[in-house]
C-alpha cells in the first residue's frame, strides 16, 4: 500500500524548506495578517504544483490540532428515540455540518448522573462548545459547564437558579392555544396529562393550564419510565370523572392514553376530543385528526446553533462570553 504524501516530500522535491511548504499549504499568517515568510509567487506555484502531481492530502486532524481547534459540537439531549429530539437532531446535525462542525450526540434518558458522565467525557474530548437539555437535577452538571468556559446553549427547558444562554418554546401560550381548541369543540370538562418530572417545559405547561381552567381542574402525573403501566390508571380515572377534553404534554404519554381509553371503549375524538403536543402518526388515524401543538422545531435548531456559533467566534476573537445569558422565546403552532 502505498504511503501518504508528507509536506517533507514536497519540501524535497521542490527544493525548499518544510517550513515553507508548511505555510504554503496552509496559508498561514500572522496576527497582524501578514505573512510570516515572504514568498515569491513562482516559488508558491511551484509548491503547489509539486503538490498536485505527488497527489497530496491534507491531514484534517493535523490541521486542526495545528489551529488548536477540533470542530466538534457535543449535543446532549433527552431521548433520541422520541420525534421531538429525533428531528431536532437531524436538523441540528444538517446545521452542523453545512458549518464546518462535526456532532457528537448523546441522550440523558433524564438521568442527570448520566448527564453529568456526558459533560464530562464530552469536556475530555476537548469539544468547542455544547447544546444541551439538561434533566431535572441536573443543574450542578450545568454549573459545570459554565466554570469550563466552554460555549454552550440550554435549549427545552430553565432551571431559576441557574442564568446561562437558552432558546425555549412559550409552552404558557401553547397551553392556552391547546385550552382554546378544545373549548371550540365543545369540551367543557378539560384535563392535562403531564410527566411526574419537575422540569421547565412541563411546569409552565402546567402553570398556563392552572391559570385557565382554575386549581381544581385535573392534571395527571405520569412516570417518564412507567407511562404505559400509569397510563392505564390515568384512562380508568378519566372515564369516571367524564373528563371530555384532553391534554397530553408530549406524544409519549398521549399515544399511551388513546391505546389506555381505546381499550376501554372511549372513542377518540367522539366521547373525549384532544390536542396533542407534538406530532405522532397516530394522530391522523382518527376523524376529524386529533389537532396538536407543534412546537418549532427547526428554529429552535437554526437559533441555538446561530447562538452558539456566536459564542465561539467571540470567545476566538478573545471576548468575554460569560455575560451573555439572553434567553431567546419561540412560539409553537397549532397543526
Do not use: W
Not at 80 to 90: D, P, V
Not at 95 to 102: D, E, H, K, S, W
Not at 275 to 288: A, H, I, K, Q, T
Amino acid at each position: 500500500m502505498a504511503r501518504n504524501v508528507t509536506i517533507k516530500d514536497i519540501a524535497r522535491e521542490a527544493g525548499v524548506s518544510i517550513a515553507l511548504v508548511s505555510f504554503v499549504m496552509n496559508n498561514r499568517v500572522e496576527a497582524n495578517g501578514k505573512n510570516k515568510y515572504r514568498v515569491s509567487e513562482e516559488t508558491k506555484r511551484r509548491i503547489l504544483e509539486v503538490a498536485e502531481r505527488m497527489n497530496y492530502r491534507p491531514s484534517s486532524a493535523a490541521r486542526m490540532l495545528r489551529q488548536g481547534r477540533t470542530h466538534v459540537i457535543g449535543v446532549i439531549l433527552s431521548d433520541l428515540s422520541n420525534i421531538f429530539y429525533g428531528h431536532i437532531a437531524k436538523y441540528m446535525e444538517n446545521i452542523m455540518y453545512q458549518n464546518g462542525y462535526t456532532v457528537l450526540f448523546s441522550s440523558t434518558e433524564e438521568d442527570p448522573e448520566r448527564f453529568g458522565r456526558l459533560v464530562q467525557l464530552s469536556l475530555a474530548r476537548d469539544v468547542e462548545g455544547f447544546i444541551v437539555v439538561p434533566p431535572e437535577g441536573g443543574e450542578d452538571y450545568v454549573k459545570i459547564l459554565q466554570d469550563s468556559g466552554k460555549p454552550f446553549v440550554v435549549i427545552d427547558r430553565y432551571h431559576p437558579d441557574l442564568d446561562v444562554p437558552s432558546v425555549l418554546v412559550d409552552n404558557v401560550g401553547a397551553i392556552r392555544t391547546a385550552i382554546d381548541c378544545l373549548k371550540k369543540q365543545g369540551a367543557k370538562n378539560i384535563a392535562m396529562a403531564s410527566y411526574s418530572m419537575r422540569i421547565s417545559s412541563m411546569m409552565d405547561r402546567e402553570r398556563g393550564f392552572r391559570e385557565e381552567l382554575g386549581e381544581d381542574a385535573p392534571i395527571y402525573h405520569l412516570g417518564f419510565n412507567s407511562v404505559e403501566q400509569d397510563a392505564e390508571k390515568v384512562a380508568d380515572d378519566i372515564i369516571r370523572r367524564k373528563i371530555d377534553g384532553l391534554i397530553p404534554v408530549s406524544n409519549v404519554p398521549g399515544v399511551a392514553l388513546i391505546k389506555a381509553l381505546m381499550r376501554r371503549g372511549v372513542h377518540i375524538q367522539k366521547d373525549i376530543r384532544l390536542v396533542g403536543f407534538d406530532f405522532s402518526n397516530v394522530y391522523g388515524l382518527f376523524e376529524p385528526a386529533i389537532p396538536y401543538m407543534q412546537q418549532p422545531l427547526k428554529e429552535v435548531s437554526a437559533q441555538s446553533a446561530a447562538y452558539l456559533f456566536r459564542l465561539i467566534e467571540m470567545q476566538e476573537k478573545g471576548e468575554d462570553i460569560r455575560p451573555i445569558t439572553d434567553k431567546i422565546y419561540l412560539k409553537a403552532s397549532l397543526i
